[in-house]
């Protein structure tokens, strides 16, 4: 079993920065995806960025809000994804989710459009960015 746990939301001034860190752990197979996603009060989940691994070999999607600004990386060793968020602005204010698929995954961007295939899902971090 999956299990995932979303950790490193706090509040910030805009133009600040956080990392968030999701510790995963029980993958079956080395092939898996990890997604970002938040949501924000009133708003629908939102994905975030998304990485895709199989045979090895990984890319990276970033929804265009956060291009430039946000970078996501793995650390196999410590089983953990780490999102990088600089130059926060006030609409970056959510509740930030790591969720999971284990097994062969499609592209980045094709698990990050589809948000209902992930099938674990860790708890969530507030991230809080005033003006």
């Known amino acids: 079993e999956v299990q995932l746990q979303a950790s490193g939301g706090g509040s910030v001034q805009a133009g600040g920065s956080l990392r968030l860190s999701c510790a995963a752990s029980?993958?079956?197979?080395?092939?898996?995806?990890i997604g970002w996603f938040r949501q924000a009060p009133g708003k629908r989940r939102e994905a975030v960025s998304c990485i895709s691994v199989n045979d090895g070999e990984g890319n990276i999607y970033y929804t265009n809000a956060v291009k430039g600004r946000f970078t996501v990386s793995s650390d196999n060793a410590k089983n953990r994804v780490y999102l990088q968020l600089n130059n926060l602005k006030p609409d970056d204010t959510a509740v930030y989710y790591c969720a999971a698929i284990s097994g062969h995954v499609p592209p980045a961007g094709i698990v990050c459009a589809s948000p209902r295939s992930f099938d674990s899902w860790g708890q969530g971090t507030l991230v809080t960015v005033s003006s």
């Open positions: 029980g993958f079956p197979t080395d092939d898996y995806a």
